[in-house]
Protein backbone atom coordinates (compact mmCIF):
# COMPACT_ATOMS: atom_id res chain seq x y z
CA UNK A 1 0.00 0.00 0.00
CA UNK A 2 1.41 3.44 -1.30
CA UNK A 3 1.16 6.19 1.24
CA UNK A 4 1.74 9.90 -0.21
CA UNK A 5 1.39 12.96 2.17
CA UNK A 6 -0.63 15.85 0.49
CA UNK A 7 -1.22 19.57 2.53
CA UNK A 8 -2.45 17.83 5.85
CA UNK A 9 -4.16 14.98 4.13
CA UNK A 10 -3.01 11.39 3.79
CA UNK A 11 -4.05 9.58 0.73
CA UNK A 12 -4.16 5.58 0.96
CA UNK A 13 -4.30 3.93 -2.42
CA UNK A 14 -6.66 0.44 -1.93
CA UNK A 15 -4.89 -1.29 -4.60
CA UNK A 16 -7.48 -3.52 -4.99
CA UNK A 17 -10.00 -0.83 -5.54
CA UNK A 18 -7.31 1.09 -8.09
CA UNK A 19 -8.40 4.26 -6.68
CA UNK A 20 -6.97 7.45 -4.21
CA UNK A 21 -9.26 7.39 -0.89
CA UNK A 22 -8.55 10.72 1.16
CA UNK A 23 -8.16 10.22 5.28
CA UNK A 24 -7.76 13.43 7.47
CA UNK A 25 -4.31 13.15 9.20
CA UNK A 26 -5.91 14.51 11.85
CA UNK A 27 -8.31 11.40 12.24
CA UNK A 28 -5.14 8.91 11.08
CA UNK A 29 -3.56 10.70 14.68
CA UNK A 30 -6.26 10.34 16.89
CA UNK A 31 -6.61 6.67 15.67
CA UNK A 32 -2.70 5.86 16.33
CA UNK A 33 -3.91 7.36 20.29
CA UNK A 34 -6.89 4.83 20.46
CA UNK A 35 -4.91 1.81 18.91
CA UNK A 36 -2.20 2.51 21.94
CA UNK A 37 -5.38 2.48 24.40
CA UNK A 38 -6.74 -0.30 23.19
CA UNK A 39 -3.09 -1.86 23.38
CA UNK A 40 -2.64 -1.14 26.89
CA UNK A 41 0.22 1.42 26.02
CA UNK A 42 -2.26 4.04 27.05
CA UNK A 43 -3.99 2.89 30.22
CA UNK A 44 -6.82 4.95 32.09
CA UNK A 45 -5.80 8.03 33.95
CA UNK A 46 -2.22 8.25 32.21
CA UNK A 47 -1.58 11.91 31.13
CA UNK A 48 -1.34 12.20 27.34
CA UNK A 49 2.05 14.64 25.57
CA UNK A 50 0.91 18.14 24.79
CA UNK A 51 -0.13 19.21 21.51
CA UNK A 52 3.37 20.62 20.80
CA UNK A 53 4.66 17.34 21.80
CA UNK A 54 2.12 15.30 20.00
CA UNK A 55 2.19 17.09 16.99
CA UNK A 56 6.05 16.27 16.82
CA UNK A 57 5.70 12.80 17.88
CA UNK A 58 3.37 12.04 15.28
CA UNK A 59 5.03 14.45 12.33
CA UNK A 60 2.44 16.98 12.18
CA UNK A 61 1.34 20.49 13.07
CA UNK A 62 0.25 21.25 16.69
CA UNK A 63 -3.47 22.04 15.15
CA UNK A 64 -3.86 18.57 13.56
CA UNK A 65 -2.58 17.41 17.27
CA UNK A 66 -5.15 20.25 18.70
CA UNK A 67 -8.06 18.43 16.18
CA UNK A 68 -7.43 14.73 16.91
CA UNK A 69 -7.30 15.43 20.65
CA UNK A 70 -10.65 17.39 20.31
CA UNK A 71 -12.43 15.01 18.27
CA UNK A 72 -11.33 12.64 20.87
CA UNK A 73 -12.27 14.39 23.89
CA UNK A 74 -15.88 14.69 22.20
CA UNK A 75 -16.70 11.05 21.92
CA UNK A 76 -15.44 10.73 25.66
CA UNK A 77 -11.96 9.14 25.02
CA UNK A 78 -9.43 11.59 25.99
CA UNK A 79 -10.48 14.23 29.15
CA UNK A 80 -9.16 17.86 29.05
CA UNK A 81 -8.25 18.73 33.67
CA UNK A 82 -8.01 22.25 33.79
CA UNK A 83 -3.87 22.58 34.97
CA UNK A 84 -2.88 19.69 33.77
CA UNK A 85 -3.48 18.68 30.29
CA UNK A 86 -5.32 16.02 28.82
CA UNK A 87 -5.78 12.40 29.98
CA UNK A 88 -7.09 9.08 28.91
CA UNK A 89 -10.70 8.83 30.22
CA UNK A 90 -11.45 6.17 33.14
CA UNK A 91 -15.15 5.22 33.30
CA UNK A 92 -16.15 5.26 37.19
CA UNK A 93 -19.16 3.98 38.37
CA UNK A 94 -20.61 7.37 38.47
CA UNK A 95 -19.92 7.53 35.13
CA UNK A 96 -21.32 4.54 33.72
CA UNK A 97 -24.52 4.97 35.57
CA UNK A 98 -25.05 8.63 34.07
CA UNK A 99 -24.54 7.56 30.39
CA UNK A 100 -26.34 4.08 30.61
CA UNK A 101 -28.78 4.31 32.79
CA UNK A 102 -31.67 6.12 31.11
CA UNK A 103 -34.54 6.32 33.55
CA UNK A 104 -35.36 8.78 34.93
CA UNK A 105 -38.31 10.40 37.70
CA UNK A 106 -41.50 12.79 37.03
CA UNK A 107 -38.93 15.04 37.58
CA UNK A 108 -36.40 14.20 35.11
CA UNK A 109 -33.61 13.45 37.97
CA UNK A 110 -31.61 10.39 38.46
CA UNK A 111 -33.16 7.34 39.88
CA UNK A 112 -30.78 4.62 41.78
CA UNK A 113 -31.22 1.14 41.35
CA UNK A 114 -29.96 -1.54 43.41
CA UNK A 115 -28.63 -4.45 42.31
CA UNK A 116 -31.05 -7.44 44.62
CA UNK A 117 -30.21 -10.79 42.28
CA UNK A 118 -27.35 -11.52 40.13
CA UNK A 119 -26.15 -14.97 38.18
CA UNK A 120 -23.15 -15.54 35.97
CA UNK A 121 -23.58 -18.62 33.60
CA UNK A 122 -21.01 -20.14 31.02
CA UNK A 123 -22.56 -21.62 28.01
CA UNK A 124 -22.56 -21.75 23.99
CA UNK A 125 -22.78 -19.16 22.14
CA UNK A 126 -26.14 -18.49 19.25
CA UNK A 127 -25.17 -18.00 16.21
CA UNK A 128 -26.99 -14.30 16.85
CA UNK A 129 -24.41 -13.93 19.39
CA UNK A 130 -21.68 -15.34 17.00
CA UNK A 131 -22.47 -12.78 14.37
CA UNK A 132 -22.11 -9.83 16.67
CA UNK A 133 -19.20 -10.71 18.25
CA UNK A 134 -17.42 -13.04 15.59
CA UNK A 135 -17.67 -16.50 14.87
CA UNK A 136 -15.04 -17.97 16.38
CA UNK A 137 -16.63 -16.35 19.95
CA UNK A 138 -17.67 -19.95 20.89
CA UNK A 139 -18.45 -19.61 24.50
CA UNK A 140 -20.19 -16.91 26.56
CA UNK A 141 -21.03 -15.61 29.99
CA UNK A 142 -24.34 -14.97 30.25
CA UNK A 143 -25.20 -12.58 33.27
CA UNK A 144 -28.63 -12.23 34.78
CA UNK A 145 -29.30 -9.43 37.09
CA UNK A 146 -32.91 -7.78 38.88
CA UNK A 147 -32.88 -4.20 40.34
CA UNK A 148 -35.23 -2.54 42.23
CA UNK A 149 -36.34 0.89 42.40
CA UNK A 150 -37.74 2.74 45.28
CA UNK A 151 -37.79 -0.72 47.06
CA UNK A 152 -39.92 -2.06 43.70
CA UNK A 153 -37.93 -4.67 41.54
CA UNK A 154 -38.64 -3.45 38.05
CA UNK A 155 -35.64 -3.58 35.97
CA UNK A 156 -34.64 -7.36 34.61
CA UNK A 157 -31.33 -6.95 32.45
CA UNK A 158 -29.68 -9.50 30.95
CA UNK A 159 -25.71 -9.60 29.24
CA UNK A 160 -24.18 -11.40 27.14
CA UNK A 161 -20.26 -11.34 26.70
CA UNK A 162 -17.84 -13.18 25.24
CA UNK A 163 -15.19 -15.29 27.40
CA UNK A 164 -12.38 -14.61 25.38
CA UNK A 165 -12.50 -11.28 26.33
CA UNK A 166 -13.90 -11.67 29.61
CA UNK A 167 -11.71 -14.53 31.12
CA UNK A 168 -12.09 -16.31 34.30
CA UNK A 169 -15.49 -13.91 34.77
CA UNK A 170 -16.86 -16.17 37.39
CA UNK A 171 -14.22 -16.59 39.51
CA UNK A 172 -14.89 -12.32 39.95
CA UNK A 173 -18.60 -13.31 40.76
CA UNK A 174 -20.44 -11.23 42.56
CA UNK A 175 -19.94 -8.79 39.97
CA UNK A 176 -19.77 -4.66 40.96
CA UNK A 177 -23.34 -2.35 40.14
CA UNK A 178 -21.40 -0.96 37.46
CA UNK A 179 -20.41 -3.06 34.93
CA UNK A 180 -18.36 -1.00 32.28
CA UNK A 181 -16.53 0.62 34.83
CA UNK A 182 -15.45 -3.12 35.99
CA UNK A 183 -14.61 -4.08 32.03
CA UNK A 184 -12.85 -1.20 32.01
CA UNK A 185 -10.56 -1.92 35.44
CA UNK A 186 -10.47 -5.18 35.10
CA UNK A 187 -10.10 -6.36 31.46
CA UNK A 188 -8.58 -3.10 30.03
CA UNK A 189 -12.12 -2.80 27.29
CA UNK A 190 -13.57 0.84 27.70
CA UNK A 191 -16.92 1.28 26.01
CA UNK A 192 -17.12 3.96 23.65
CA UNK A 193 -20.68 4.00 22.54
CA UNK A 194 -23.88 1.82 23.20
CA UNK A 195 -26.13 1.04 20.18
CA UNK A 196 -29.94 0.87 21.35
CA UNK A 197 -33.42 -0.23 20.34
CA UNK A 198 -36.59 0.11 21.92
CA UNK A 199 -40.21 -1.37 22.21
CA UNK A 200 -42.91 -1.48 24.07
CA UNK A 201 -43.50 -5.23 25.25
CA UNK A 202 -45.90 -7.05 27.65
CA UNK A 203 -44.78 -8.72 30.69
CA UNK A 204 -44.35 -12.58 30.41
CA UNK A 205 -44.45 -15.12 32.73
CA UNK A 206 -40.63 -14.56 33.79
CA UNK A 207 -41.38 -10.97 34.68
CA UNK A 208 -44.27 -11.96 36.44
CA UNK A 209 -41.99 -13.99 38.54
CA UNK A 210 -39.52 -12.04 39.16
CA UNK A 211 -40.42 -8.74 39.23
CA UNK A 212 -43.73 -6.50 40.35
CA UNK A 213 -45.68 -6.85 37.91
CA UNK A 214 -48.51 -9.21 36.49
CA UNK A 215 -48.29 -11.09 32.72
CA UNK A 216 -49.79 -8.77 30.39
CA UNK A 217 -48.91 -5.54 32.15
CA UNK A 218 -47.00 -2.87 29.67
CA UNK A 219 -43.35 -3.06 29.80
CA UNK A 220 -40.32 -1.19 27.72
CA UNK A 221 -37.73 -3.71 26.42
CA UNK A 222 -34.58 -2.21 25.90
CA UNK A 223 -31.55 -3.97 23.69
CA UNK A 224 -28.63 -3.23 23.68
CA UNK A 225 -24.86 -3.27 21.65
CA UNK A 226 -21.91 -2.11 23.62
CA UNK A 227 -19.00 -1.39 21.33
CA UNK A 228 -15.72 -0.77 22.91
CA UNK A 229 -12.60 1.84 21.14
CA UNK A 230 -11.35 -1.13 18.97
CA UNK A 231 -15.17 -1.00 17.48
CA UNK A 232 -15.87 -4.50 18.55
CA UNK A 233 -18.82 -5.34 20.21
CA UNK A 234 -18.21 -6.51 23.39
CA UNK A 235 -21.85 -6.88 24.99
CA UNK A 236 -25.25 -7.76 24.12
CA UNK A 237 -28.07 -6.62 26.71
CA UNK A 238 -31.64 -6.55 27.08
CA UNK A 239 -32.94 -4.94 29.67
CA UNK A 240 -37.20 -5.06 30.79
CA UNK A 241 -38.34 -2.31 32.44
CA UNK A 242 -41.26 -1.37 34.43
CA UNK A 243 -41.45 1.95 33.93
CA UNK A 244 -45.21 3.05 36.06
CA UNK A 245 -44.34 6.67 37.19
CA UNK A 246 -40.63 6.43 35.57
CA UNK A 247 -39.58 7.33 31.82
CA UNK A 248 -37.25 6.75 29.79
CA UNK A 249 -34.90 9.76 29.05
CA UNK A 250 -32.78 9.97 26.27
CA UNK A 251 -31.25 13.73 24.89
CA UNK A 252 -30.74 13.99 21.37
CA UNK A 253 -27.88 16.21 19.44
Not at 14 to 23: D, K, Q, R, Y
Not at 77 to 92: L, S
Request: hydrophobic share 40%; aromatic share 6%.
Amino acid sequence: MDKILVQDFLYVYVASMNEMTPLPLWQRVGEDIIARIVSGDLKPGVMLPSETDLGAEMGVSQGTARRALAELERRGIVERRQGRGTVVATTTPDSDHFHFFRLRDAKGSEVTPVLEVETVEKRRSTAAEREAFGEDVRQVYAIDRLRSINGKRIVRESSVIPVTLFAALETRAPLPNALYAFYQQAYGIAIQRADERLRAVSADAADAAAMDVETGDPMIEVTRRAIDLSERVVEIRCSRYVTDDLAYAVTLR
